[in-house]
């Protein structure tokens, strides 16, 4: 790593560029996409093999630790949701773990797989799925989507639409209602999404900053970094699963 | 910050995700984990009724060994009096026999004495006659005074 402005400028680019095929709105990131379609491949095996072997005797630890997860989603949802809804149980479990792999992929060495891409002729790699915008918003504009979906399920259309144009101020101010809505429908996604960009982006640029630091003192700060970041990213999975089970369950209930 | 079809596709692979966990995943674990508490709680459930049952059964055998005891100290009792009474009965009995044997041996003596005197009755009676005889130095005739001697023996 060279320490002059110009290269270390270069390097940082480079670290935060995609691998991206097309140009435009289509174009796609294919590492974003291969990293988090693997990653969500791991959980479902893991979780797949825990289920298909699941026992009521003695637990496995593989079992015992899908129970502990399982467990731990299931009582956030029975504390805040409290409808019957098939989706919301497993749709937290698989934001959680599927988040949680998104994160975790920032504790491997920056430069580690950008290096061996490198070598096998592939320019650009961006290894943490949630440091790109696409995936964090994919993931919150599919909750929002869910939301208005069991909205207008639960509440029939009808009665939706009155309560878009009615609350909170009554039916006069009818305009002022809707925009609320409107705003407050937005920064659901939106704050979601940014969050956990945010908190990954940053601390993805930190540990590229960190690794821009002559390699042997790079670990004082390095390894506390990381262990914060263990952390950090268990506490986003768990604030994105939890914010979804706090929509939906809005989504349920009358205003 | 730049958005493009990636979005739509990381959508896509979401929502495949959850259907599968859906499906898949989170029956069969929450089964399973339902299945064992069940099962916990079962175990622990009869564990409780089996502590009641050997208090129960504790209870029971307390009240048998007493019963027994009781049994037992009625039977000593019984065999206890049943004793004094054979032994006041042997009292008794014993005592009877002496009287009877008592009596016995008196009726005997009485006797005896009878017939001591009967033997020396007759030998008065011979004596009184040869003392007659001598006396009257005459032939007695027997047989004309045997009524008249046995008047006398009769008076002695």
Redesign the interface.
Known sequence: MSESGHSATGYIVHHLTNLKVGEGFWALHIDTLFFSASLGALFLWLFMKAAKSATSDVPGPLQNFCEIMVDFVDTQVKDSFHGRNPVIAPLALTIFVWVFLWNTMDLVPVDLLPAIAGLLGIPYLRVVPSTDLNSTFGMSISVLLLVYYYSIKVKGPAHFTMEVLTHPFGKWLMPFNLLLRIVEDLAKPISLGLRLFGNLYAGELIFILIALLPWWIQFTLGWPWAVFHILVITLQAFIFMVLTIVYLSMAHEDH | ???????????I??????L???K??????????Q??Q??IADGLASAERGVHEQELAQAKAAQTLKEAKQQAADIVAQANKRANEIIEQSKLDARAEGNRQLVAAQAEIEQEVNRAREQLRGQVVNLAVAGAGKILKREVDEAANAAMLDDLVAQL
Do not use: D, H, S
Not at chain 2, 13 to 18: I, N
């Open positions: 910050m730049n958005f493009n079809a990636t979005l739509i596709g990381q959508m692979t979401f929502g495949l995700l959850v599968f966990t859906m898949y995943v989170w029956p069969p674990i929450i089964q399973a984990m299945e064992r069940k099962r």
